[in-house]
């Protein structure tokens, strides 16, 4: 027993040490996408502030492929010790519904450190559609079954997934049209060809101010302080779906809870500076940094409430 406690002992005076040692080399924050989204942005806001605050380098590496799974799975399989870590999206809790394959256990091998940011997205019609509110919308769905489509960036994507969450709460027969991004899909809503689409604020924003598209509601529990004049989804009359895009920072499991609370202060602090808040904003991002715990319990919900969706819709990755 005396060297079981001994043994204790010691290990925990090498992770508070490490801890308070931490960093004394370059630290890697792997984006699992292309340089030009969201992810490769946001990381690229948080490493440079980082290496101000913490006195060594944070830089991003792109591990683009697989709908984030390649740069995830390099990250879950990496030494838990601070040195290589993970910024992600919603991928990461659709994705294990979505693959019959993983390489990795999104719950288990992933240490959350913190959410960084999230999005609701907003549900757009083209200005033709005889709908002003979420409930007209979906009476004039169900009077013509079939007839009506929605747009978005492909199988998976938060735009998708939202479309589905709709047509399975209220047995919408609408038809689903994928586009290769949410670009054309925008470009076909305001064209009328798909009259809806779910997408991101950022995305919506100046179409809703120049009056080409209709915002009925958005995908929050609270309306945005980008769209206040737009209610959510349950204020429309449909509770229960709401489907925030997230951001957020992870390392890799097994990593000391000293380490992963010491980066989760720094990571607060970055997020509270005005420039960080500002270009979050700019992507439509509300910032928020919550504790590791409260991240780790959305992922875990969030996981579970799209492989419902998922489910029931019979999506699989192509």
Known sequence: MKVIVLGLA?????????AQTYPNRPVKMVAPFAPGGPVDAVARVLAPKLSENLGQQF????HPGGS??????????????GYTLLVISSTLVVNPSLFAKLGFDTVTDLAPISLVGVSPQVLLVNTAVPAATLQELIDWVKASPGKHSY???GMGTPGYLAGEMLKQAFGLDLVAVSFNGGGPAMISTIGGHTPIVFTSIASAAG????GSVRALAVTSAQRSPALPEVPTLAQGGAPG?????ILG????????PELVDRLHREIVKVVATPE??????????EPIAGTPTEFADRIRHEIAQWAKVIRAAGITAQ
């Open 10 to 18: 010691a290990f925990l005076y090498a992770a508070t040490s490490h």
């Open 59 to 62: 830089y991003v590496e792109n």
């Open 68 to 81: 984030g799974n390649i740069g995830t799975a390099l990250v879950a399989k990496a030494t838990p010790d």
């Open 151 to 153: 747009a978005h960036a």
């Open 207 to 210: 179409h809703i101010r120049a």
């Open 241 to 245: 779906q709401e489907s925030d895009i």
């Open 249 to 256: 920072a992870l390392a890799p499991g097994g990593t000391p």
């Open 276 to 285: 960080v808040r500002e270009r979050l904003a700019a992507l439509g991002f």
